[in-house]
Nanobody, 123 residues
């Protein structure tokens, strides 16, 4: 099993920075993809950024150039450095991980979600 725990959320002024962290525990298996999603009140959960085990990243256009996703050397942690924050970034941010397995020739995919951490950008 995999458990994801987010940390680093909080209140920050527009133009400020915040760093979110996600730690995976309960498994020694590799996580093929880790990422961050966010959900603002009344809106659908949306992609922020993802990163594969090989370091390939993908960003939503709204955060491109401002946010940076990274993974630790152990590949069981992920961080999201958020710079030049805007009020529109206010949301609950969720850590996500995907683990793909093949056991006895049978493929499977597991999708994990953290509990979320609140990010509020306000003056």
């Amino acid at each position: 099993q995999v458990q994801l725990v987010e940390s680093g959320g909080g209140l920050v002024q527009p133009g400020g920075s915040l760093r979110l962290s996600c730690a995976a525990s309960g498994t020694i298996f590799s996580l093929d993809v880790m990422g961050w999603y966010r959900q603002a009140p009344g809106k659908q959960r949306e992609l922020v950024a993802t990163i594969t085990s090989s370091g390939v990243t993908d960003y939503d256009t709204s955060v491109q150039g401002r946010f940076t996703i990274s993974r630790g050397n152990a590949k069981n942690t992920a961080a999201l450095q958020m710079n030049n924050l805007k009020p529109e970034d206010t949301a609950v941010y969720y850590c996500n991980a995907i683990r793909r397995t093949i056991n006895g020739g049978v493929p499977n995919e597991y999708n994990y979600w953290g509990q979320g951490t609140q990010v509020t950008v306000s003056s």
